[in-house]
């Protein structure tokens, strides 16, 4: 099945950043390779994010872009990874010089209200120094709300693939879809949650780093679900991935207790929560409240982020309120 969606460049803008994501980490990433050297993923977030921007300027011109990285962080980095940097872009435009590129990577500070894209070129930074699951993630928001939505994951893999990288693409209304991201014809299939009722029964997923979240209160909510399955542990939004595909049924962003007043970048999230939105799911934040993505870099109006197959969406909701009482 071949879905017809909004914006094909930009499924084709996340599969190009793909593959120059994974050059990276495939050529860099081993065994002796510290957490403390980030010189590998930043090279694959500079290529990515150039990647993509090309794309953006190619089809989309006067669109804003909000993404991590710029220019001037290029240019202070060692000369390694500039030189990691342009020969990654080289596998999508081999004919791309330094001045282009570093025009490229000048746009992503474009200002996060109304209409406007949003990039994460390496969403799961540890996971990409390990070698494992990261994804890169681009979205496209108008007056607060995701409308397009998608996710390259490079490694993870689907129970129905052959190949190992996931593509997830999402449009307002219109449904979310998976294909592989690496096959040369990819078969798209239409993604759908789990239709789990039973908490008992409920697969929660979990950051692989526990400084990303609240683990003693995500423990104490399975606890108080009752749920009998151990939890899902990996990197990035490709844990939206999941739950948008019916491998999973809970994912929650619970502020780190050293940080309660942490807000979620709104690039960690947009992607994804459509995703799951529209194969079947529901997103708010752990009050319940909707997303609401207008309000600068961060979900400045929103505590948390919670994200279920929608069926067991009220029973979360109220253990998490038991638990805070």
Same mark, same amino acid.
């Given at each position: ?53 090309? =794309?953006? #300027?190619?089809?989309?011109?006067? !669109? ?8 001037? +962080? %290029?240019? $202070? /980095? ?123 029964? =409920?697969? #929660?997923?979990?950051?692989?780093? !526990? ?8 423990? +104490? %909510?399975? $606890? /108080? ?101």
């Amino acid at each position: 099945m071949n879905p017809t969606l909004p914006y094909p460049w930009a499924v084709e803008a996340l599969r190009q950043a793909g593959r120059v994501t994974r050059a990276v980490q495939q050529k860099h990433t081993t065994g002796a390779l510290t957490k403390a050297d980030r010189s590998p993923v930043t090279a694959a977030d500079f290529a990515a994010q150039a990647v993509v921007t090309a =794309a953006l #300027l190619a089809h989309d011109p006067t !669109a804003r872009l909000v993404a991590e990285e710029d220019a001037a +962080a %290029l240019q $202070a /980095a060692p000369q390694a990874v500039r030189q990691a940097v342009l020969q990654a872009v080289h596998l999508v435009h081999p004919a791309a010089t330094w001045p282009q590129l570093l025009t490229w990577l000048e746009q992503g500070r474009g200002a996060p209200q109304g209409r406007f894209w949003v990039l994460d070129p390496v969403d799961g930074t540890k996971g990409f120094l390990r070698g494992a699951q990261y994804a890169v993630a681009l979205a496209l928001v108008e007056d607060g709300q995701v409308v397009w939505g998608g996710l390259a994951c490079p490694n993870l893999q689907l129970p129905t693939a052959m190949q190992q990288g996931v593509l997830a693409i999402a449009a307002r209304g219109q449904g979310a879809w998976v294909a592989e991201l690496f096959a040369a014809q990819p078969r798209w299939h239409r993604a759908r949650v789990s239709a789990r009722r039973a908490p008992q029964g =409920a697969r #929660l997923l979990r950051s692989y780093e !526990a400084a990303h979240t609240h683990g003693g209160l995500i423990e +104490a %909510l399975a $606890a /108080a679900l009752g749920t009998r399955e151990p939890p899902v542990r990996l990197d990035s939004q490709a844990k939206y991935a999941l739950l948008a595909t019916g491998q999973a049924e809970v994912y929650l962003r619970v502020p780190p207790p050293q940080r309660p007043d942490y807000r979620e970048k709104i690039w960690d999230q947009a992607a994804g929560a459509l995703l799951v939105e529209e194969a079947g799911g529901r997103v708010t934040d752990l009050d319940g409240k909707p997303l609401d993505f207008g309000q600068g870099r961060t979900l400045a109006a929103n505590r948390g982020v919670l994200a279920t197959n929608g069926l067991l969406h009220a029973a979360v909701l109220q253990a998490l309120r038991q638990l805070a009482a």
